[in-house]
């Protein structure tokens, strides 16, 4: 009989709120984080996946809160708004690394003559190049090769410290301008990731049209485009080693960035 009131007092109304918008932070993770938003996953199994990251959080964080209730209904619905655009925006700023990579693809497939070739791409659910599916899943291979993901969960877990739950858990302007910046990375990964083919296609055109003015009665349209596709494969395959170097170490230091802005 001596353990039933601190057994019920588990399942307090505050002690619910508190683990709901525990939970709903995790939620808008979940919604936005890369692997976890890219491919599709049961719903059913987020929502049990989030409630138990959120369970074995809850006793670390509770201990630590100083959670004042809401008053009303719309109070409380301000405080859902505002855990889930906190746990929305770190999945989504890491997300911006895989959109960027994305466009390696889509750089890739308009040099090598196949940016009209598009599939149905089941990530993301819509029409996408070939080529830029190719690099979707190569950069999830080495996200989850390097456990990248438990770089969200440590930043996930940081917030509270640093955004806590209630009214206090606002963007202030260091969260923002380093968002900013890890926003502007997206097109330097890009970019930095594409060119060595981008530029070796580049010249291929270049010749090709050269070629076209010294013998004007060879079909160079005819020719160019299964020679520009073999040759993107084959530079795609010799640079292939060095782009998961690449993407490695841009994912270390993507997601340790990530973290940084919630220290």
């Known amino acids: 009989m001596p353990d039933a009131p601190s057994l019920l007092s588990l399942f307090s109304p505050k002690n619910i709120v508190v683990f709901m918008l525990i939970f709903t932070r995790m939620s808008g993770l979940f919604a936005t984080a890369p692997f976890f938003s890219t491919f599709t996953m049961p719903e059913q199994v987020k929502i049990w996946f989030c409630a138990l990251i ?58 090598m003559g196949l940016s009209m ?59 923002f301008e380093g968002a900013l910046l890890l926003s502007g990375q997206m097109f330097q990964i890009a970019f930095g990731l594409a060119m060595p083919i981008f530029s070796v296609l580049l010249v291929c055109d270049i010749l090709l049209g050269l070629m076209s003015k010294v013998m004007p ?27 998961v170097a690449y993407l490695s170490d841009v994912i270390a230091d993507y997601m340790q960035a990530i973290m940084s802005l919630f220290t």
Request: aromatic share 16%.
């Open 54 to 111: 959120s369970f074995i959080l809850y006793p670390i964080l509770s201990a630590k809160a100083h959670f004042i209730m809401p008053h009303s209904m719309p109070e409380f619905a301000i405080l859902i708004a505002i855990e889930f655009a906190i746990g929305f925006a770190i999945g989504f700023i890491a997300n911006l690394l895989f959109v960027g990579v994305s466009m390696v693809g889509e750089l890739i497939s308009i040099q």
């Open 117 to 175: 070739a598009n599939v149905l791409d089941p990530v993301s659910g819509e029409s996408s190049t070939i080529m830029s599916s190719l690099y979707t899943y190569l950069v999830t291979l080495v996200f989850l090769g390097l456990g990248a993901y438990e770089y969200l969960f440590a930043a996930i877990y940081k917030s509270f410290f640093a955004m806590p739950v209630g009214l206090e858990g606002v963007f202030n302007s260091g969260i």
């Open 217 to 243: 009665q060879m079909n160079i349209f005819m020719v160019s485009l299964p020679f520009k596709v073999f040759l993107g494969l084959v530079l795609i395959l010799l640079f292939l080693k060095g782009s």
